[in-house]
């Protein structure tokens, strides 16, 4: 285990489609957390994951927004009816101290 | 919503020579740590640097914090071509699941 995996690394979607990403985090670290990137910006916080519970999600994950942690294990953060202002680099990051290790991110681009 | 702000936002300099960065933010934090990102990949963590200390080096890296101005600053030493990318502090705020809160970062240019 080399660090957070995430799939797809692209994604090109209609708008109004349904897309549905997956992170594969350090085996051993309990905390998952997602994040948001656009073009020119940091990251933003979506929500976070301590084993399969998810104890806090950002007022910017709208009700289109939703994800899972079962079993503690991977991660999936599906969006229902994409939107054009969904187009981002959505990236997994898991810790199990303090830093955090950063998957190279999903790039969805809603067309 | 962004904790706080990156300055410079853009920096360009030759190799050999130093690049500060800075970072402000807004709220009580339990450590702040400093990330590089290359061109549309995944953010890397270079250094953390917890609320009770005021310096700390990590090879050619020094972060400094300054909790009382809620500022704190990257300085890359010796700079090379590779060091291209853009730097992003994050602020793990007090109470907050050690979520991050992150700048807009700041865009490093090293020419050779």
């Known amino acids: 285990d080399t660090g957070v995996s995430q799939d797809p690394r692209h994604k090109i979607t209609k708008r109004g489609q349904n897309v549905t990403f997956r992170c594969d985090p350090i085996s051993e670290h309990n905390r998952l957390y997602w994040y948001r990137q656009t073009l020119g910006q940091g990251p933003e916080f979506l929500t976070y994951f301590q084993n399969e519970a998810q104890l806090e999600k950002s007022r910017l994950l709208s009700d289109r927004f939703s994800a899972e942690r079962p079993k503690g294990s991977f991660s999936t953060l599906e969006i229902q009816r994409t939107e054009q202002g969904d187009s981002a680099m959505y990236l997994c990051?898991?810790?199990?101290?303090?830093?955090?290790?950063f998957g190279s991110g999903t790039r969805l681009t809603v067309v | 919503s962004q904790q706080g702000e990156e300055d410079p936002q853009a920096l360009s300099i030759q190799e050999g020579e130093n690049a500060t960065m800075n970072c402000s933010y807004k709220t009580s934090i339990n450590n702040l740590q400093w990330y590089r990102q290359n061109s549309g990949r995944g953010l890397v963590h270079l250094i953390l640097?917890?609320?009770?200390?005021r310096e700390k080096h990590s090879g050619r890296l020094r972060v400094t914090l300054d909790t009382s101005k809620k500022s704190s600053s990257l300085l890359i030493t010796a700079s090379r071509a590779a060091d291209t990318a853009s730097y992003f502090c994050?602020?793990?705020?007090?109470?907050?699941?050690?979520?991050?809160?992150f700048g807009a970062g700041t865009r490093l240019a090293v020419h050779p």
């Open positions: 990051a898991s810790t199990g101290g303090e830093g955090y290790t």
């Open positions: 994050a602020t793990a705020v007090s109470g907050g699941y050690n979520k991050l809160i």
């Open positions: 640097i917890r609320s009770n200390e």
